[in-house]
T-cell receptor, first 115, second 112 residues
Framework: AQSVSQHNHHVILSEAASLELGCNYS??????LFWYVQYPGQHLQLLLK??????LVKGIKGFEAEFIKSKFSFNLRKPSVQWSDTAEYFC?????????????FGTGTRLKVLA | NAGVTQTPKFQVLKTGQSMTLQCAQD?????MSWYRQDPGMGLRLIHY???????DQGEVPNGYNVSRSTTEDFPLRLLSAAPSQTSVYFC???????????FGSGTRLTVV
């Protein structure tokens, strides 16, 4: 079955540290990949997405992600985090399954940035 | 403002009661979905729709019904509420099957 794995459930960083959040998916066909952010008490917002082309995707607020097809991975990165990046981050995959597209989310990574 | 509107924002139900969570979008999106969010479990797909009159089950459909009579509206019905349905429910829509979702602000449901 199609699944999305986020290995780090909780991450704590100091401001200016670099961030990398892992995301792996289990599906061999064509996929569209996404990262969403959920700030405390708010709904999910799209950070960035990958459909095709350049595997390095740049999103809002200085975030980027790299699609590595051979590793079934789509890791999220940011060179220097800020206190305002404290949030929960979700990786998602949209793939064709049993004749229809299904949108599956990972379990999320809760990031806390210390000022 | 354009977007996905969910009502109510908060609801407390007694076990066995039924209710409908409303979701409406004004972006003419074909694709709409309902998710529930529980701590440590991420978002789990309940039901989804690829257009008016077409719905299908997601990962956790038991205890929920949906219908899609118009492009704009996608209500979620709880048939007989159970404490296990205590959760935050999000409705989301997208303009195409591969696109990013726009989420509503959520409904926090407590079943006692």
């Amino acid at each position: 079955a199609q699944s999305v794995s986020q290995h780090n459930h909780h991450v704590i960083l100091s401001e200016a540290a670099s961030l990398e959040l892992g995301c792996n998916y289990s599906y061999g066909g064509t996929v569209n990949l996404f990262w969403y952010v959920q700030y405390p008490g708010q709904h999910l917002q799209l950070l960035l997405k990958y459909f095709s082309g350049d595997p390095l995707v740049k999103g809002i607020k200085g975030f980027e992600a790299e699609f590595i097809k051979s590793k079934f991975s789509f890791n999220l990165r940011k060179p220097s985090v800020q206190w305002s990046d404290t949030a929960e981050y979700f990786c998602a995959v949209n793939a064709l399954s049993s004749g229809t597209y299904k949108y599956i989310f990972g379990t999320g990574t809760r990031l806390k940035v210390l000022a | 403002n354009a977007g996905v509107t969910q009502t109510p924002k908060f609801q407390v139900l007694k076990t066995g009661q039924s209710m409908t969570l409303q979701c409406a979008q004004d972006m003419n999106h074909e694709y709409m979905s309902w998710y529930r969010q529980d701590p440590g479990m991420g978002l789990r797909l309940i039901h989804y729709s690829v257009g008016a009159g077409i719905t299908d089950q997601g990962e956790v459909p038991n205890g929920y019904n949906v219908s899609r009579s118009t492009t704009e509206d996608f209500p979620l019905r709880l048939l007989s509420a159970a404490p296990s349905q205590t959760s935050v429910y999000f409705c989301a829509s997208s303009s195409d099957r591969g696109g990013g979702y726009t989420f509503g602000s959520g409904t926090r449901l407590t079943v006692v």
